[in-house]
DNA sequence: ATTGATTGGGCTAGTCTTAGACCATTGATG
DNA sequence: CATCAATGGTCTAAGACTAGCCCAATCAAT
């Protein structure tokens, strides 16, 4: 924990991988977290292209890694574009394992750590900022979507609650990193069967996080989320086990 | 808030700049942070080079950039090396504006929620996590650090104090992304002038933020970070007023 | 003074990436 | 059924980036 270790820190590959590689992460990213649902399309490759600032040509060979890997179905002529035909695992013990062997259990323990930090750390300030009425309405819309979602649309709209919390603060910084530390554990996540209890059980955890934050509490919020993390963190070592 | 809004956060740029720029920006942060302080040299460029996942045509480009713009000196021969010559400018409130100027309202109030957020997030994770006697013993020696420091070496010890505690998480994830929140307010931190006052109350903050830390507090550690990055906020504010 | 190891300086051939133009397909609409 | 706008498919020339090699400078050790 010297200042060599810290200049390591900072001193990391400038780029994750070549610009193939990186878009092909980003797009699995927005399908992963449900932000394009199955039958949805990607935006135009022109405009899509222009977004990722890359050029078309990288962005086409992305799309056709994943057209190839089954994410998505591309169809040519007007009102064609790239389909999202995702949809995720069935929850397994397998698919857990097999998720966590890839990743290895130190990055696990680093995207679990991290997670709890920022999630708890987005809560925590928007309890502070005291947000408006319209920041609360989204916030209980959210909420309530979640709590009204069946099955199949539950993990996306759970991801959608959470995150609405980091975009809520204004914040695009901690918005895309919210984003990314729960991209970092959605196929671990989606790998967790969803039992009933479990479910009530974060229901109740997700009531009182936002009853915090409406009530401008920020120890109130970070541990609301920390229990409601921890609880989800203690599920997938129990499932591990 | 909508879906679309969320989908402009992950469809975002693949990347920031083109490898020069991003080189540069990355060596500006090791030399903005104090990891490489005045005086002492980078890497050799072919380790650097490695380290950074460029190649060292690209590397150089960017030395030299750093080098016209006068934060490094570079000497050849055995011995030789990209020496650093950087020293933080005097505080001043002209300086301040500058750099304010430079990044823009939004983005300045961008970067201090995100640092409130994550600062604080790492901080209730350290002491959520009971910390070691060996991390414990690094917590008390860098805030000693800061305590017994002169004025010329205080912002990077401080810096060193800051950063140590999202390292002690073990989470690399989180370390970086601390690292990230702390250089993008390294400029106006060091516009600010640094009064005794100010230095002593920011004195009692550290040990408090320590405190809550090694007793195991999570409220008590989210708490203190606030409050002290709360406190570094209003006197931006003030000094900019 | 000579030597040798270490480090920055520079060149070249090849690959990755881009910008922009043009082609092909589709399906709603008149 | 002909048209047309939107969208994916393809090609090319130019620029960005890389890997690998050799040169030049410096200075401690001998």
Same mark, same amino acid.
């Given at each position: 924990?010297? !200042?060599?270790?810290?200049?390591?820190?900072?001193?990391? @590959?400038?780029?994750?991988?070549? =610009? #193939?590689? $990186?878009?092909?992460e980003?797009?699995?990213? =927005?399908?992963?977290?449900?932000?394009? *649902?199955?039958? !949805?399309?990607? @935006?135009?490759?022109? $405009?899509? *292209? /222009?977004?990722?600032?890359?050029?078309r040509v990288t962005l086409r060979e992305a799309i056709r890694a994943l057209s190839d890997a089954g994410y998505l179905d591309v169809r040519r002529g007007r009102y064609?574009? +790239? #389909?999202?035909?995702? =949809? @995720?695992? $069935?929850?397994?013990a397998g698919h857990l394992r097999e998720a966590v062997n890839e990743m290895g259990m130190a990055d696990l323990s680093d995207a679990l750590t991290f997670r709890l +930090?920022?999630?708890?750390? *987005? *809560?925590?300030?928007?309890?502070?900022?005291? @947000?408006?009425? !319209?920041?609360?309405a989204v916030l209980v819309r959210r909420l309530a979507d979640v709590n009204e979602a069946g099955l199949e649309d539950y993990r996306r709209l759970d991801t959608a609650f959470h995150l609405s919390?980091?975009?809520?603060?204004?914040s695009p910084l901690l918005a895309t990193t919210c984003a990314?530390?729960?991209?970092? /554990?959605?196929?671990?996540?989606?790998?967790?069967?969803m039992l009933q209890v479990n479910l009530?059980? =974060?229901a109740v955890q997700h009531q009182a996080i936002v009853d915090a934050i409406l009530a401008g509490?920020?120890? +109130?919020?970070?541990?609301?989320?920390? $229990?409601?993390?921890?609880?989800?963190?203690a599920l997938l070592r129990a499932f591990l086990a």
């Amino acid at each position: 924990m010297d !200042e060599s270790a810290r200049l390591m820190t900072v001193l990391r @590959p400038v780029r994750a991988g070549n =610009a #193939f590689e $990186e878009t092909v992460e980003r797009l699995l990213q =927005a399908i992963k977290l449900g932000l394009v *649902a199955q039958g !949805e399309k990607l @935006p135009p490759e022109r $405009e899509l *292209a /222009v977004r990722l600032g890359i050029s078309r040509v990288t962005l086409r060979e992305a799309i056709r890694a994943l057209s190839d890997a089954g994410y998505l179905d591309v169809r040519r002529g007007r009102y064609g574009g +790239a #389909f999202v035909t995702y =949809a @995720p695992p $069935e929850p397994d013990a397998g698919h857990l394992r097999e998720a966590v062997n890839e990743m290895g259990m130190a990055d696990l323990s680093d995207a679990l750590t991290f997670r709890l +930090a920022v999630e708890c750390g *987005a *809560a925590q300030v928007l309890a502070m900022s005291r @947000p408006g009425q !319209e920041q609360r309405a989204v916030l209980v819309r959210r909420l309530a979507d979640v709590n009204e979602a069946g099955l199949e649309d539950y993990r996306r709209l759970d991801t959608a609650f959470h995150l609405s919390i980091a975009e809520l603060t204004g914040s695009p910084l901690l918005a895309t990193t919210c984003a990314d530390a729960r991209s970092r /554990v959605s196929d671990l996540l989606n790998a967790i069967p969803m039992l009933q209890v479990n479910l009530d059980h =974060a229901a109740v955890q997700h009531q009182a996080i936002v009853d915090a934050i409406l009530a401008g509490d920020p120890d +109130a919020a970070r541990r609301a989320v920390a $229990e409601h993390l921890e609880g989800t963190a203690a599920l997938l070592r129990a499932f591990l086990a």
